[in-house]
């Protein structure tokens, strides 16, 4: 029987003065990753607005679930985004972003058809597209030799954001009605406005030649295939947990919109704490050996998430969401780390991968789910997850 393919070797990285490796401007580092918390903060109103949708629409779970994909559908163009943000200033994409995506997401409440719910995200969608793609590539070039660390600080800060949203939003729908939560979007033009003062000066540490796509193309072919592999596997339960899991508290355990949005909250609050760990510490212990314990623990939590009572779901979703969320900043550190002259279209390249991975998912498990119901379709969605580790040992030795 042959062995296992051969690990691929690490690419070249280009060689920096010592001091120039050194700097990790922390400043600016927590103020990209401050318009993150925010502009994910109101990306997080799908999920949990999703039950009160549905009512209105009367629609079923794959139907409503499929509402996400919309705001996701425009991570197609985050290569050729990220192809222009290694080449020009962007930086009024990262600037806009958290009014935009405020307003759009905002205006939800307003919508009284599918196709109407359809638009606005898809609007939002090339917001968040136009955000994600050039601001991880800010933050690595501002990190110096701590990408792991600048990407956890900017992963954890979107976690944060998509812990408060929920809360946010459910709020709102408290005090106004579904369709008063449009006023939430001052916030995000609030935040913009800092931005523009924070970054309208900022020089950026100068990134190598650029290359073109046909000179990184034979390791976009090496690692890339990998990476969507990896990103298949557990896109089942990353949507079982986050986009589903307002519909599964409420539709299996009966909760009201406030508890089921608290659900989502505790989730997200654990993931930020395992973002803003597990970056860093793959610094120092390698991405692929993190990759291996997240991998793992994450189906295991789930699992006994769902056969868990009433009164231990709650306290089950901390170490779920440190585990289940976490892989991300580190997936992004080896994007970064491999594609040293291209990180934005890399950047771009992999945010595409996990878009097709998660709409992939979010139509399969909502099927299963209206088919056979929401526990069974979230146990497979686990069973799934637990094949991502068999896929570690093609990435490269040295990550």
């Known amino acids: 029987m042959a062995g296992p393919p051969q690990a691929l070797s690490s690419p070249p990285v280009p060689e920096a003065s010592p001091r120039a490796e050194a700097t990790f401007r922390w400043n600016r ?25 549905q009512e209105r629409l009367a629609t079923g779970v794959a139907a409503t679930g499929s509402l996400s994909i919309f705001i996701q559908l425009p991570s197609l163009l985050q290569p050729l985004i990220g192809y222009a943000a290694d080449r020009m200033d962007l930086r009024w994409f990262i600037i806009l972003a958290p009014a935009v995506t405020a307003t759009l997401c905002s205006a939800l409440g307003l919508g009284t058809g599918y196709w109407l719910l359809a638009m606005l995200l898809l609007a939002a969608g090339m917001s968040v597209a136009s955000f994600h793609a050039p601001a991880p590539a800010m933050v690595a070039r501002l990190s110096g030799n701590r990408v792991g660390r600048g990407m956890s600080i900017f992963m954890a800060a979107g976690e944060l954001g998509r812990t408060v949203g929920p809360v946010l939003v459910a709020s709102g729908v ?14 995000g033009w609030l935040w913009s406005l800092f931005l523009w003062w924070q970054l309208r000066h900022v020089a950026l540490p100068a990134p190598a030649r650029p290359m073109h796509l046909r000179e990184m193309w034979p390791r976009v072919r090496r690692i890339y295939p990998v990476l969507l592999g990896l990103l298949v596997a557990r896109s089942f339960m990353g949507v079982a947990i986050t986009t589903l899991l307002p519909l ?16 989502l909250t505790v989730l997200e609050a654990a993931g930020v704490l395992g973002a803003l760990a597990m970056g860093t510490l793959s610094d120092r212990l390698g991405r692929r050996r ?19 009572p009433r009164e231990w779901l709650l306290p089950l979703l901390l170490p779920l969401g440190f585990l289940a969320i976490s892989p991300t900043p580190v997936f992004l550190a080896l994007v970064q780390d491999y ?45 799934v997850a637990l ?9 490269p030795e040295q990550i």
Do not use: K
């Open 29 to 53: 580092v927590f103020t990209v990753a401050s318009g993150h918390f925010v502009h994910d903060s109101f990306s997080a109103f799908v999920a949990p607005l999703l039950p009160p949708i």
């Open 174 to 187: 408290a005090w106004w009605g579904l369709e008063g939560i449009w006023r939430l979007a001052l916030l």
């Open 248 to 263: 599964y508290m409420t539709r299996v355990h009966r909760a009201d919109l406030q508890w089921a949005s608290l659900s």
């Open 290 to 308: 993190v990759l291996a314990g997240l991998l793992l623990g994450g189906p295991l939590c789930f699992f006994l998430f769902l056969g868990a």
């Open 339 to 383: 594609f040293p002259q291209e990180r934005a279209l890399a950047n771009g390249l992999f945010l595409t991968g996990n878009f097709l991975a998660r709409s992939l998912a979010v139509a399969l498990v909502g099927l299963l789910a209206d088919a056979f119901g929401m526990p069974q379709a979230f146990l497979w969605s686990g069973a």
């Open 387 to 395: 094949l991502a580790v068999l896929g570690l040992r093609w990435l």
